[in-house]
């Protein structure tokens, strides 16, 4: 437990000075993201062992930063799809042996989740480049997060009934609830602090449209992190990677980001959550 703890408090601090110097070098903010989802496509991967072969882990994560980095060049990107798919097959044809379909769908797939996740939070923030951006990272970043802090102490205190034993044994209906009451109400609190101690232009935030996504975030994020456990559980892994203890590696803490990001950018485009804006 405190391990756990320190070692989100440390991961916390590193948040806010990345998300200071990015609302002053705001490509900070955008290498940074695409940095994190190479190392979740890198864990994925290697889950399957698939990042033994070069073949497959270059092109995939190469695919993965060049799309995250140059998606507002539309041209290119259909480019990069062609040419990620273009190389999984050759690999596949050259070593039909060691290389199997399968693990050809499995890169595929892992490369998708963890690109477009994350592309969601780059899309989100690179529209205003402003402490807007900054809010919609934070929010993206918090909501599923928060939700899984609250199921995790809720289920550690009241848990009971499983949830999903077959998927992941550990976690519970109580523990479930906890985190869907407890993301859902300090999803608004961040709304309230930024409104409070960080718009400086006149914007307000629409508390019904924060309100809408932060129940359907902290639904979804359960939804990513049951589908990444039963990934896990093909795979034979406990954990994607070990590199921040008492959490596991970097796919482990952004598992539920990746599904819960794309709602928050597909709510925002007909529900704003950020309603006005002097000026």
Known sequence: MKTRILTAVVGISIAVGLMVLGSIFPIIIDVCLAVIACMCLTEGLSAKGL?????????????????????????????????????LFLSMIFNHENLVFPDLAYALTMTTLCTLGIWTIIYLFDQTHSVVGIFYVVVALANPWLADAGAYFGG???GKKKLCPKISPKKTVEGAVSGFIIGTVLSLLVGIIFEAFFFKNGETVNYIYLLIFSLLGAVVSIVGDLSFSLIKRSCGVKDYGSLMPGHGGMLDRFDSVIFTAPILMILNMYLPIIVEKAG
């Open 156 to 158: 550690s205190r009241f």
């Open 51 to 87: 990042n033994k072969k070069f073949t497959i882990i270059i092109p995939c994560v190469g695919f993965a930063f060049l799309f995250l980095m140059l998606y507002s060049y539309t041209a290119i990107c259909p480019i990069l799809v062609f040419l990620l798919i273009l190389s």
